[in-house]
């Protein structure tokens, strides 16, 4: 039998800018094997408890809540030095996102998720050991209205559990549900062709207009103190890529579509999947007409987003323009890495400029 570490995770209350949530207050307990012989092995449980006075509504895509979905619920480093995630990042619409996206919490109760992580990490380039394991656990809250609440983003911190790893860990691929099939509808293939080619000429405008401008407001309203060296570099990614074994693709081969998702990338191959809401998604120039930067609807942003998440390894910390622009204020490191941001930022830049 394995034997079983606890941590427990606190965090006190959290004040939400919706006057119908005052405060919530959430902990979060893993368990997992102490000592394992195959990472086939290390399986872990996620605990998250209510304690606050109030049930609260958490999107649980790449946090400890997400086990339905091969998204990043935890980082698994060793010696200091950090697994690389394998799994998948994903774009959502959040007009569209279902309830299956979401995980409700009771006042005073607690819900509990177990995750598999052998085929979502390379252990392989780190070889056996000590492995430190810490959940995701930056939640992003929805309010009473059926939107996030962008002022509400419980972060704890996490103590690290420790699992030895004696033996097997050679890296294991992400298992498609189903066959790859290669896209054959012709109009879907040229809507993402486009799609691309407005993705990396939005990345490209956000990127001289941050060299051109500075840090302005616009800039820290999205990216606060962050260098704009750092923001250029990852536009510049999207702007000049140009990968020959990168793919997009109009099929679903690890059934993630559904409940909002509208689009995929498999960070170990880093080909991105597109959903059939993307195809609901309009032209760049429509935001000089009849949709907004906040509507997030915009095809080419969508595939800006997908890109720096293979060409800079960016995060799904969280998600709307509204959230985005407080993660700059009040995390700017986070920011940094949230691909949201840069599509958020990317559309408002052209909608300024532009039209």
């Known amino acids: 039998m394995l034997c ?48 606050g006075a109030e049930e609260v509504k958490i999107l649980k895509y790449g946090t400890v809540l997400d086990a339905d979905t091969p998204t990043r619920s935890f980082v698994i480093s060793k010696d200091g030095v950090a697994a690389n995630f394998t799994g998948i990042k994903i774009s959502l619409d959040l007009q569209k996102v279902g309830d299956e996206a979401f995980v409700t919490i009771p006042a005073g109760q607690s819900y509990t998720v177990e995750h598999e992580v052998a085929s979502l990490y390379d252990f392989e380039s780190l070889g056996t050991g000590s492995y430190s394991i810490e959940p995701v656990t930056t939640f992003q809250i929805w309010g009473n209205e059926g939107e996030p609440v962008s002022r509400a983003k419980a972060q704890i ?6 699992v030895l790893v004696k033996g097997d860990v050679s890296k294991r691929e992400l298992k498609a549900k189903r066959a790859t099939v290669s896209c054959s509808n012709s109009s879907q293939r040229s809507f993402i062709s486009s799609s691309y080619t407005e993705g990396k000429s939005l990345a490209s ?13 616009l800039y820290t ?26 793919t997009l693709n109009c099929n679903d081969p690890y059934s993630v579509c559904g409940n909002g998702v509208i689009a995929y990338t498999v960070t170990s191959t880093t080909n991105i999947y597109f959903c059939s809401i993307f195809y609901d998604e309009v032209t760049t120039s429509r935001l000089c007409s009849d949709t907004s930067v906040a509507s997030r609807n915009i095809r080419g942003g969508t595939v800006l987003h997908e890109i720096t998440h293979a060409t800079s390894g960016t995060d799904d ?38 039209c």
């Open 4 to 51: 079983l570490s606890l941590v427990t995770l606190s965090l006190g209350a959290l004040a939400l800018a919706s006057p119908a949530k005052r405060a919530q207050a959430l902990s979060v307990s893993l368990t997992g094997p102490t000592s394992v012989e195959s990472i086939d092995e290390l399986k872990l449980t996620a605990t998250v408890k209510n304690t």
């Open 157 to 162: 911190g996490a103590q690290p559990v420790s």
């Open 205 to 217: 405008i956000a990127s001289s207009y941050v060299s051109s401008n500075g840090a302005n407001s």
């Open 221 to 246: 309203s999205y990216f606060g103190s962050t260098p704009t060296s750092t923001v250029i570099n990852v536009l510049n990614r999207v702007a000049n890529e140009n990968s020959g074994s990168r």
């Open 317 to 354: 910390i969280g998600y709307g323009c509204s959230y985005d622009q407080n993660l700059g204020r009040t995390s700017p490191s986070q920011a940094a890495i949230n691909a949201d941001n840069y599509n958020c930022f990317a559309t408002q830049v052209y909608a300024s400029t532009r």
